[in-house]
């Protein structure tokens, strides 16, 4: 009768896991390498976390960007390729506005448009400051519809009262001095024309609300006026200067540039929000993709220590390892004692550091809150940044993108070491014992 061969034990059994813990564990002075341990968990730890914060910020950033513009602009705005007028002067204007919007409107994927009066003066209020804005003639029902003035960040007033007055911006608020109630004037130099020339425009609006979209360079100009009234004050009586369309899905905005030009008809000119913001856009990919790579590379110095943690750990363990191949540990057993160590210290390290990062991402505001008081305040410059304040957003994918990256570089990095205390000769390891 044969007698059977003893069993092989299965990858990564128990007596593996209960070796490498002891080997986690042991202080230095019983030749295990705690304080490498420590320093390779928490330099994963920072690694991880400053990796999913700065993917935080840079999709709070992009959708920050992205969505004030979706919010408070024209997707796509359609303009006259000009026209003589009345008094015989040529100009960009549209005389049937309300049909082309109509028939804009029809076009698939447009959620709905809105006729325009356009226009940049000064305004001032007495005993406060001036400023030029940018003044937008819309329908009271448009402006309603217009996502983040209708719901800002912050606000002033009520915006159901926008048809006894003006609706301005915070940051030309803050220009002026101006309060809910109080008359800002509006000066433009195209007045009314007589035999002695030109005259300077000069009408008073009373503050109905006042609006916060999170953008400065909105906040700062942005005046919006009823329409007729903006007809009236720009001299566009029976005009409109552009015809503003709103996008159901605006991300795939040149999907829908053939349909609108198609109902828009010959003379009419596209400018959608790509045109005016892809630059920024593209150049904010670039930059994103640059602080993943470098990020990344911080994460692969911090696996590193790993590395030349388990070389001095299997230097330490090398008598250790003889007497365990003596007794007949394989190979293959060594080498996922020490992977089990490394690959321990990647994963700890990953999980703490994605506990961390997603933690800061979450508390962003307050955490910068305090920043900000310790640094005496002025720390974030809306007119620098374009937007209010410091933003942060979670994605999932770049939460797994910056989980994966680390444990594949932890595992990686570990297979040499753990090889070497594998191909280690037990009798060389023994001979001076």
Not at 8 to 37: C, D, H, N, Q
Not at 62 to 78: K, P, W
Not at 179 to 202: M, Y
Not at 209 to 229: A, N, S, W
């Amino acid at each position: 009768m044969s007698q059977s061969s003893p069993k092989t034990p299965a990858p990564f059994a128990g007596f593996e896991w209960m070796i490498a813990w002891r080997y986690l564990r042991a202080k230095r002075s019983e030749g295990g390498v705690s304080v490498m341990t420590w320093i390779s968990l928490i330099g994963i730890t920072l690694a991880v976390a400053a990796l999913i914060i700065t993917l935080a910020v840079r999709s709070g950033f992009r959708y920050e960007f992205v969505d004030t513009i979706l919010g408070a602009n024209a997707h796509v705005t359609v303009y006259s390729s000009g026209q003589e007028t009345a008094n015989g002067t040529f100009a960009r204007v549209i005389s049937d506005y309300d049909g082309l919007a109509a028939k804009l409107a029809e076009a698939p994927g447009v959620v709905r448009t809105t006729p325009l009066v356009k226009g940049q003066v000064m305004a001032s209020i007495p005993g406060g400051g001036n400023a030029g804005v940018e003044v937008f003639g819309i329908q009271t029902a448009d402006l309603g519809k217009i996502r983040r003035v209708a719901n800002p960040e912050q606000s002033a007033g009520d915006i159901n009262q926008f048809e006894n007055g003006i609706a301005i911006g915070w940051g030309v608020a803050r220009a002026l001095g101006a309060n809910v109630g109080d008359k800002v004037r509006l000066i433009s130099p195209n007045g009314s024309s007589s035999p002695f020339g030109g005259s300077i425009r000069q009408v008073a609006y009373e503050v109905v609300y006042i609006f916060q979209v999170g953008r400065y360079d909105i906040d700062r100009t942005r005046v919006y006026l009823p329409f007729e009234k903006a007809q009236e004050f720009f001299n566009r009586e029976g005009f409109a200067d552009e015809i503003e369309v709103i996008l159901e899905d605006p991300e795939n905005v040149g999907n829908s540039e053939r349909a609108l030009i198609s109902a828009a008809g010959d003379g009419a000119l596209l400018w959608t929000w790509k045109d005016s913001s892809g630059a920024f856009l593209n150049a904010l990919e670039m930059e994103d993709n640059v602080m993943f790579l470098i990020l990344s590379i911080l994460v692969l110095i911090a696996s590193m220590n790993i590395v030349s943690g388990l070389i001095m750990l299997v230097k330490n363990k090398g008598r250790d390892i003889g007497i365990l191949r003596t007794m007949g540990l394989s190979e293959g057993s060594v080498l996922r004692v020490f992977f089990i160590c490394g690959a321990s210290i990647g994963v700890i390290g990953t999980i703490c550091g994605m506990i961390l990062g997603c933690l800061f991402a979450i508390y962003i505001d307050e955490i910068f809150a305090v920043v900000n008081w310790v640094a005496g305040g002025g720390v974030w410059d809306p007119s620098v940044r374009l937007i209010s304040k410091l933003p942060a957003r979670l994605e999932t994918g770049d939460v797994l993108s910056a989980i994966s990256l680390s444990l594949f570089l932890s595992f990686v990095v570990t297979i040499f070491p753990a090889r070497r205390a594998a191909r280690m000769n037990p009798v060389e390891a023994l001979r001076y014992e």
